[in-house]
Nanobody, 125 residues
C-alpha cells in the first residue's frame, strides 16, 4: 500500500511557476508508475502527466506539453510536477496518483490504485 501527500500548491500570478511535490510512503515506491491529475471547479478530473516506475518514460496531456514537466526521485520516494508559464485556466486541485506495476503509461484515473488528498493551485490573471 502507498500513501501519497501532495505539497507545493498555492497562489501564483499568470506567467509564474510552481513545483508540486508528492511524497510517497512505503518501501516499494519504485514499483509504481505515477501520475498527476487535476480537477477544476465544476469540471471532471483530467489527466496532466505520468511517469514510469524508472522515470524513463513520461507522457503529458497535449495541451500542457512544453509547460509542465514530471519527474521522480525513487531514492526520496517522491514525484514532482514543475509547472511553468501558468495560466488562469490551470487553476485546479492537483492530485498525484500511483499505479502498481504500471507497464504502458496510463492516462485514465480509474487505472490508478492510490491517490493523494490534493493540493490547490490558483493562478490569478
Amino acid at each position: 500500500q502507498v500513501q501519497l501527500v501532495e505539497s507545493g500548491g498555492g497562489l501564483v500570478q499568470a506567467g509564474g511557476s510552481l513545483r508540486l511535490s508528492c511524497a510517497a510512503s512505503g518501501r516499494t515506491f519504485s514499483s509504481y508508475g505515477m501520475g498527476w491529475f487535476r480537477q477544476a471547479p465544476g469540471k471532471e478530473r483530467e489527466f496532466v502527466a505520468a511517469i514510469s516506475w524508472s522515470g524513463g518514460n513520461t507522457y503529458y496531456a497535449d495541451s500542457l506539453k512544453g509547460r509542465f514537466t514530471i519527474s521522480r526521485d525513487n531514492a526520496k520516494n517522491a514525484v514532482y510536477l514543475q509547472m511553468n508559464s501558468l495560466k488562469p485556466e490551470d487553476t485546479a486541485v492537483y492530485y498525484c496518483a500511483a499505479a502498481y506495476k504500471m507497464g504502458p503509461i496510463r492516462i485514465n484515473d480509474f487505472e490508478y490504485d492510490y491517490w493523494g488528498q490534493g493540493t490547490q493551485v490558483t493562478v490569478s490573471s
